[in-house]
T-cell receptor
């Protein structure tokens, strides 16, 4: 079966750095997405990786290792507004997104 | 309209009733999707449409039907609602084809079936 694993919840301090991991087992691979979802709102796109390596976008970076079935989202200089759930999703061989359950990130002052 | 809209925002429904959730996008995206999101589970695909006039079944299609008469609209119908269909429903759209096509999400419909 297809599976996306990510931690259920993480806590970090304002101004710090946090890394959210995602491991996946899917039938085929056509890219990995990270989305942010604030409570009660819709998911919004953060990043996309299809080749191995690090993609940086401001305070957020995303890393992919296809051989290991592994990705992480790195958030730097954490702000209170970063408190949200972070969803990892893989596009499979049918170009459909398979979603992890999400990681709830709690930022403390 | 800007992006994707969904209606209603929330609904309480008696079991056995028929319900249609509406979704409209103005981005001229070819592909549209319906997901449900339940606590502790990832988004699960119900149905999708790669282009107007075509639809496909996702991971959890039972009890739901869709139609895609034009590019903009993608309604989701529950023919006879059951309590297990209590969930938050998200509609999404994207350009079809290829690997890199991010999905844009509507604000969601919170449905409670009693």
């Amino acid at each position: 079966g297809q599976n996306i694993d990510q931690p259920t919840e993480m806590t970090a301090t304002e101004g710090a750095i946090v890394q959210i991991n995602c491991t996946y087992q899917t039938s085929g691979f056509n890219g990995l997405f990270w989305y942010q979802q604030h409570a009660g709102e819709a998911p919004t796109f953060l990043s996309y990786n299809v080749l191995d390596g690090l993609e940086e976008k401001g305070r957020f970076s995303s890393f992919l290792s296809r051989s290991k079935g592994y990705s992480y989202l790195l958030l730097k200089e954490l702000q209170m507004k970063d408190s949200a759930s972070y969803l990892c999703a893989v596009k499979d061989s049918n170009y459909q997104l398979i979603w992890g359950a999400g990681t709830k990130l709690i930022i403390k002052p | 309209i800007a992006g994707i809209t969904q209606a209603p925002t929330s609904q309480i429904l008696a079991a056995g009733r028929r319900m249609t959730l509406r979704c409209t996008q103005d981005m001229r995206h070819n592909a549209m999707y319906w997901y449900r999101q339940d606590l502790g589970l990832g988004l699960r695909l119900i149905h999708y449409s790669n282009t107007a006039g075509t639809t496909g079944k996702g991971e959890v299609p039972d009890g739901y039907s869709v139609s895609r008469a034009n590019t903009d609209d993608f309604p989701l119908t529950l023919a006879s609602a059951v309590p297990s269909q209590t969930s938050v429903y998200f509609c999404a759209s994207s350009d079809a084809g290829g690997s890199y096509n991010e999905q844009f999400f509507g604000p969601g419909t919170r449905l409670t079936v009693l």
